[in-house]
């Protein structure tokens, strides 16, 4: 059973502060790593994707990948209230694309 | 256009009966998902399509439930005889071919689906 495990939240950061969202996955042959956010009644949207060891960055974003650990970060920089959202972290592994989704982190920014 | 897909947005009907939800992928997109989200639940891997076949339907909760492609391109995702915990946000999924794991999925607005 593969498995990835988020952090059970809620996190709440203030304004302008990095909000750091971890994420576990069981299966070491995982290949790829996505994090999607999504907003309260909306659907889930691709922020971020990450297929190598070490960070990827995107303006606030950065995703940091260590296979050899198997965990799948996401970093937000300078935190904004617009960013407060559940994120997913989706890992893929196997030969029929089929995602795994974790239960989703609720990240909350105080203005 | 542009996005996924989904039609209708919401949908209310009584227990027992039939309804089918309808998903348009990206033009392109050869795979085709099928994931439900409970309220306040994470996302449930339902059926995968490559084409029109279906790889992978493990998720699928019961025989009441089936999914088809035609095409291609649109799916539709059958629940017969509704109870009332099928009740959740039907949300549909495309990616560009399979042969590479690394593609990413989009996903369409969703179905809400109450039922009654």
């Known amino acids: 059973q593969k498995e990835v495990e988020q952090n059970s939240g809620p996190l709440s950061v203030p304004e302008g502060a990095i909000a750091s969202l971890n994420c576990t996955y069981s299966?070491?042959?995982?290949?790829?790593f996505f994090w999607y956010r999504q907003y309260s009644g909306k659907s889930p949207e691709l922020i971020m994707f990450?297929?190598?060891?070490g960070d990827k960055e995107d303006g606030r974003f950065t995703a940091q990948l260590n296979k050899a650990s198997q965990y799948v970060s996401l970093l937000i920089r300078d935190s904004q209230p617009s960013d407060s959202a559940t994120y997913l972290c989706?890992?893929?592994?196997?030969?029929?694309?089929?995602?795994?989704f974790g239960k989703g982190i609720t990240l909350s920014v105080r203005p | 256009g542009a996005g996924v897909s989904q039609s209708p947005s919401n949908k209310v009907t009584e227990k027992g009966k039939d309804v089918e939800l309808r998903c348009d992928p990206i033009?392109?997109?050869?795979?085709l998902y099928w994931y439900r989200q409970s309220l306040g639940q994470g996302l449930e891997f339902l059926i995968y399509f490559q084409g029109n076949s279906a790889p992978d339907k493990s998720g699928l909760p019961s025989d009441r439930f089936s999914a088809e492609r035609t095409g291609g391109s649109v799916s539709t995702l059958t629940i017969q005889r509704t109870q009332q915990e099928d009740s959740a946000v039907y949300l549909c999924?495309?990616?560009?071919?399979?042969?590479?794991?690394?593609?990413?999925?989009?996903f369409g607005d969703g179905t809400r689906l109450s039922i009654l």
């Open positions: 989706a890992v893929n592994g196997g030969a029929n694309s089929k995602l795994t």
């Open positions: 999924a495309s990616s560009l071919a399979g042969h590479y794991s690394n593609q990413p999925q989009h």
């Open positions: 990450i297929y190598s060891n």
């Open positions: 033009s392109g997109h050869t795979a």
């Open positions: 299966d070491r042959g995982s290949q790829s």
